[in-house]
Structures are given as C-alpha cells and as structure tokens.
C-alpha cells in the first residue's frame, strides 16, 4: 500500500463499485486450507490480481451467521481491501455457522489465519491486522493481545462490536441503551435475542426443561439466515407459528417473549429479567465472551473502531463504551457513522457527505496500521 490516504480513496472506489454486488475487477478470490491434520480450517482469500511485491496482510473474522464467511457482507468487504492493494484471508468459523457462540474456535483460527499469513512470503512482514466484525470484534481484540506479543499481529479493526456483555443482550431484549446520561431507544433487532437464548436459555439455572424452547429459537434464528428476511417483518410470524408447534406447552409462553409477532416487543419487565439470567449463564459456559475479563489487564496493538449508528443489532454505544475501555491498554480511535447500520448501508442521510468524509478518515486510520 502506497500511503494511508491514497489506499483509504482505493478502499471508497472499491465500496461503491461492489454496491451492486458484482466482483470488483483486479481481485482473485480463492479457496484455501488452514492448518495441518484433523485441525484444518476453510478459508476465502482475496488479493490484487496483478503485482508481485509483498502486501500487508488482513485477516477477517466474520460473526455469527448461517454465511458465515461467505456472508455478502464479508465478501465485499474483504474484496474492497483487496482492491486497495491487501492480502485478505477469511477463514470459516462452523460453529459459528451454527450460531454456536464459543469463542474457542474464532480464537484458533485467527492464530491460524496470522500464523499462515506472517509465513507466506508474497504477505509484508511485521504482522497483519486483525479485523473482527460484529460478534467477531471482542475475539478480535482477545487473540490480538496474544498475537502481538509473539509479532503475528500489528493492530485490530473492529466493526460492530461489544464491549459489555449484559448491556448488549439486554438491548436486544428492550431496545435501550444508555446515551449522554439518558435511556435511548432503538427496535432491536429480534435476530440477537434469538440466537442468545437459543445457546444459554436451558442453561439458566431452573430453567433446564427449556431445550425445546432454545432448539426453536435457535431454527428460526437459521431460518431467517438461510431465508434472508429481515426478523421483525410479518414474514416471520409464519415460521414462529410453525416452530412453537415444537414446543410443550408449558413453554410456550416463553417461545413467545423471545419470539413475539412481528408488530410486538417483548414485555418490558420481563425482557430485563431474562437478559440478566442469559448474560449470567452465557458468562458462566463461555467467560471469554465478557472482554474485560478474557483481557484480565493485558496491552494490546493500536486498535480502531468504527460502528454505524442505526445499527439495530448492537447499539453504537457499545463501541464508544469500548473505547472508554481500551484507552488504558491501547492506541484506540472510534468512528460512528450514520452511513451504516450493522451489515448494511442505512436509508439516506441528509448529511451524508459529511459522514462519507468521517467514515473515510476512519478507513484511512484503520490503513495506517500497515504504516506503523
């Protein structure tokens, strides 16, 4: 990469060229292996179809979807690095495919991902940037802390992210979220709480007769994946009456609070009880989940943000809050946007032009981690 500013003007032609979903002309996208034996792991990796000379090394880590890397959103992003000049390698999380929430795996392979990176020859030396997105960010910043000190990794990206476990679930069961002192509110997106309680409902304690209620949860949350549709339009309701037939009826009730009608959020008191009980479970069966204690104090690269402001599915005050957080350990900068959502662009905003110029000086900090 030439310069920062010069890859972050590369990195907007290659966004807008790929708004349609066509592949970006000049990137080769090819499937390759991961590790050796019984570990291996898929991978996507794009890179500039011409030059020979050593690029700096990406490596994406996608969040919890039925796409999982092959995620139209992964796809453009790691093909719009591409075409400013990186080597990007993507590799697959099937248990996160599975909307399976260990970190265990995403951990593994992105010390697999920089360990084969860092040997390739045709991949600039000094370490690759990490890029966790979504669900992937905390993960992200957990193996780059670890990575760094063995000079695999020079910075983390994050998209999307969490910094506090019990305030994202809870905004996925309410919609609120703490903003300059005051409760704001955003519909959230019902996806969230559906893969939550689908991987720690039958693990609260008195709660172990409702697997029937985490499995339902857990085939509509891959419904819609594998559908497509949007989970709080009324095309959902036709696939929760289908599903809660697989139910007791003793826990229907429950079904219902996660997986109200489309037009409907949860009840208020009770959503706020139950993001309690998940986070406590979902801390208990997987610790690293919670940042602040996976980090347990230790440095970290320079690291940069970037959240969209509409995001539905994690609030973008869960960035700012991550942030605040990292201050003490790291070179951090945050980016909010309103030209985003969580995977997608969001609806027309009348200062657009104003966030386009803040969304690229935050891809061109991002770039300059391969300066440092």
Same mark, same amino acid.
């Given at each position: ?208 007769? #409702? ?105 973008? #005050?869960? #960035? ?53």
């Amino acid at each position: 990469m030439a310069n920062p500013t010069l890859d972050a003007l590369r990195f907007a032609r290659g966004w807008t060229r790929t708004a349609s979903g066509m592949p970006i002309p000049g990137v080769t996208i090819e499937n390759v292996t991961l590790g050796e034996g019984a570990g291996t792991l898929n991978a996507s990796r794009y890179r500039p179809s011409s030059g020979s000379r050593p690029r700096p090394g990406w490596v994406l880590l996608h969040g919890a979807t039925r796409p999982g890397h092959e995620h139209i959103a992964i796809v453009r992003f790691a093909a719009t690095l591409a075409s400013a000049g990186g080597d990007v390698i993507v590799p697959e999380i099937v248990a996160w495919r599975r909307l399976e929430l260990d970190p265990a795996p995403a951990l593994r392979a992105l010390e697999v991902a920089a360990e084969h990176m860092c040997a390739d020859p045709g991949v600039r030396p000094g370490g690759v940037v990490l890029v966790g997105l979504s669900f992937g960010c905390p993960q992200a910043l957990i193996a780059g802390a670890d990575l760094a000190a063995r000079g695999l990794v020079r910075g983390v990206m994050g998209y999307g992210g969490y910094h506090d476990l019990l305030a994202t679930v809870r905004f996925g069961l309410t919609g609120q979220f703490q903003w300059k002192g005051r409760t704001g509110y955003l519909r959230p997106d019902p996806y969230g709480r559906w893969v939550v309680a689908a991987n720690y409902l039958h693990r609260i304690p008195g709660y172990e007769g #409702t697997e029937d209620v985490s499995r339902a949860l857990g085939q509509l949350a891959a419904t819609a994946g594998d559908h497509g549709f949007m989970s709080w339009e009324p095309s959902s309701d036709p696939f929760k009456a289908e599903l809660i037939e697989s139910v007791s009826a003793g826990n229907r009730e429950l079904f219902r609070l996660f997986a109200p009608a489309a037009a409907q959020d949860p009840e208020p008191r009770r959503a706020r009880e139950m993001a309690f009980l998940l986070t406590e479970a979902a801390r208990t069966t997987h610790p690293q989940l919670e940042l602040a204690s996976a980090l347990d104090g230790r440095s970290l690269p320079p690291v940069r943000l970037i959240h969209g402001r509409q995001d539905h599915l994690i609030p973008f #005050t869960e #960035t700012l809050a991550l942030e605040r957080f990292l201050r003490r350990r790291a070179d951090v900068a945050a980016t909010v946007t309103d030209l985003f959502a969580h995977s997608r662009e969001a609806g027309r905003s009348a200062t657009r032009i104003l966030e386009a110029g803040r969304f690229l000086a935050a891809i061109r900090g991002a770039m300059a981690l391969h300066r440092r």
